[in-house]
T-cell receptor
Framework: KQEVTQIPAALSVPEGENLVLNCSFT??????LQWFRQDPGKGLTSLLLIQSSQREQTSGRLNASLDKSSGRSTLYIAASQPGDSATYLC??????????????FGKGTKLSVKP | KAGVTQTPRYLIKTRGQQVTLSCSPI?????VSWYQQTPGQGLQFLFE???????NKGNFPGRFSGRQFSNSRSEMNVSTLELGDSALYLC???????????FGSGTQLSVL
């Protein structure tokens, strides 16, 4: 059964710092991995989708990498800003009967960026 | 292009009642999924519909059901509500398998 773990559960950094969020999954037979952002009481915003054939995806100050063989993904945020404060979640499709609509989520990393 | 729209935004119900939540996907998206989010369990998959057919189902009791209409709009129903059903219910849509999943703002359900 696929399990997704995110470490750390919470992170507090000063503005301007570069930071890395970690995501690990137990079964490497995935075809993609998606990173989301969630603001309190709101829905999820898709940040990056990495296909299994890719190793990295970039969007602005965000860079996500995927290493299927080791079961890991990282989300790198450059020059963090207070507006980046949110919970970041990673998710992979369920292995059996799985489609993009059926994702397994980690519990998230709650990021706080202090001015 | 409008995003995923969920209604209502908030609901308060009492134990034993039933509730129906609505979701309108992004135009052109045929897949609609539903998730339950609680502080303890995080995000858990409920079910997915594609072209009016349930394609996948999570490990939830039969009190949780859904359907999808020909215009891809979806509804989720919970019967005989329990206190533990209090959660944020999120709907998501995608154009097809292996594409990005886009979420709505959710319906916050409180069961008293």
């Amino acid at each position: 059964k696929q399990e997704v773990t995110q470490i750390p559960a919470a992170l507090s950094v000063p503005e301007g710092e570069n930071l890395v969020l970690n995501c690990s999954f137990t079964d490497s037979a995935i075809y993609n991995l998606q990173w989301f952002r969630q603001d309190p009481g709101k829905g999820l915003t898709s940040l990056l989708l990495i296909q299994s054939s890719q190793r990295e995806q970039t969007s602005g100050r965000l860079n996500a990498s995927l290493d299927k063989s080791s079961g890991r993904s990282t989300l790198y945020i450059a020059a963090s800003q207070p507006g980046d404060s949110a919970t970041y979640l990673c998710a992979v499709p369920a292995l059996y009967g799985g489609s993009q609509g059926n994702l397994i989520f980690g519990k998230g990393t709650k990021l706080s960026v202090k001015p | 292009k409008a995003g995923v729209t969920q209604t209502p935004r908030y609901l308060i119900k009492t134990r034993g009642q039933q509730v129906t939540l609505s979701c309108s996907p992004i135009s052109g998206h045929r897949s609609v999924s539903w998730y339950q989010q609680t502080p303890g369990q995080g995000l858990q998959f409920l079910f997915e519909y594609f072209s009016e057919t349930q394609r996948n189902k999570g490990n939830f009791p039969g009190r949780f059901s859904g359907r999808q209409f020909s215009n891809s709009r979806s509804e989720m129903n919970v019967s005989t509500l329990e206190l533990g059903d209090s959660a944020l219910y999120l709907c998501a849509s995608s154009s097809d398998a292996r594409e990005k999943l886009f979420f709505g703002s959710g319906t916050q359900l409180s069961v008293l």
